[in-house]
């Protein structure tokens, strides 16, 4: 049987990776969308484009330029607990 692979949320669950940080890759992803991948303190990197990129609203909405500031963070955040990260 293959080992399922934890999202972020699951390693959030797991106190692996904090509420901060997942506000760190949502920041440093709404400051500069070209920055790539995110590195959590555990080990894990997620690239936050993939993520969004993967998430069908938050791709819709922030391709959208009228979309909230609010409303932006919102998606990427969703998209980043979503989304799977690799072990560094």
Known sequence: MAK?????GDLRRK?????EE?????AAYLTDEAAGSFAFKS???INV??????HPQA????AD???SPGLRRTMVMTAVIMGFPVEG
């Open 22 to 26: 997942i506000e760190a890759a949502t």
């Open 65 to 67: 330029k009228a979309t």
């Open 49 to 54: 484009a993939k993520a969004i990129e993967m």
């Open 15 to 19: 106190s692996e990776i904090t509420d």
């Open 4 to 8: 399922e692979i934890p999202s972020v």
């Open 59 to 62: 791709k819709k909405l922030l």
């Open 43 to 45: 080990g894990h990197t």
